[in-house]
């Protein structure tokens, strides 16, 4: 918050909401979060309580379904990416708007361009990290990761590095299209987003972040059978049919 409030301050046109997802948490996060609504108004800080458990997925798909904002960032509430990076990731999500716009013509002198109504997707990426984090993690974890990879490939295919950061930018439009559609609701829902990128021909990026790994994380062992199924899941809907692709969001 105090990051997006020394913005407003050096640029009077940018403007911000923060989103704040409660996944059904057991802890005293509605508390906090509603502090920060009392603190900054209902304008700047809003929060969707989900009730019970849902999963990543839901919650992320809940809010930006929600979101008002022409650019739609998801961020991880551990604090893992410093929010700073959202800059890269805007200065990225502008430039390939704008290509995609003009196909490489200047869009600055275009009234009609609006950012909020083109397709592009930025991931934040830890590709850059991989050999530091091979030497300290723990063996699972390194085992997991090089099996997720290599799952991933085979079920949304190449192209992003990195499809767990939970550190991603989208337009307006792009997000409309792709969480009006997105079905997994915990592990793999970010795999199944670059799947849907590249059904929609959205444009994806991958943008190198600062990120540090925070301890607490739930993914384990016990957690490798059900990415699995979700990425079968994935895979057998989309390729049979039976999980059917709106166009209309």
């Known amino acids: 918050m105090n990051y997006l409030h020394q913005r407003t301050l050096k640029d009077s046109s940018f403007t911000y909401e923060v989103v ?12 906090v979060a509603f502090e920060f609504v009392r603190k900054y108004t209902v304008d700047k800080v809003r929060v969707i309580l989900l009730g019970r458990n849902h999963g990543k997925g839901e919650a992320i798909r809940k809010g930006m379904m929600h979101s008002r904002g022409e650019l739609l960032l ?41 950012i909020s109504d083109i397709p592009a997707a930025v991931f934040g990426s830890r590709a850059h990290l991989e050999e530091k984090a091979l030497a300290t993690r723990k063996w699972y974890r390194n085992f997991l990761m090089k099996g997720f990879h290599l799952v991933v490939l085979m079920a949304a295919g190449p ?14 439009a792009a997000a409309r299209k792709l969480f009006s559609n997105v079905r997994l609701k915990r592990w793999c829902f970010d795999v199944e987003l670059v799947f849907l990128c590249k059904w929609f021909r959205i444009s994806i990026s991958e943008i190198s972040v600062n990120w540090s790994e925070i301890p607490g994380s739930k993914v384990n062992l ?28």
């Open 20 to 31: 704040i997802i409660d996944d059904g948490s057991a802890d005293e996060t509605k508390r």
């Open 74 to 114: 998801m961020l991880d509430a551990d604090g893992a990416t410093k929010v700073t990076d959202l800059e890269k990731l805007e200065n990225q999500i502008q430039a390939v708007a704008k290509r995609e716009y003009h196909h490489g013509d200047s869009s600055d002198s275009d009234p009609r361009f609006r």
């Open 159 to 172: 192209g992003i590095c990195d499809t767990q950061c939970g550190f991603k930018m989208f337009t307006r």
């Open 222 to 249: 016990l957690s490798i059978p059900n990415m699995l199924w979700e990425l079968v899941l994935m895979s057998v809907g989309y390729r049979t049919g039976m999980w059917r692709i709106s166009n209309s969001a």
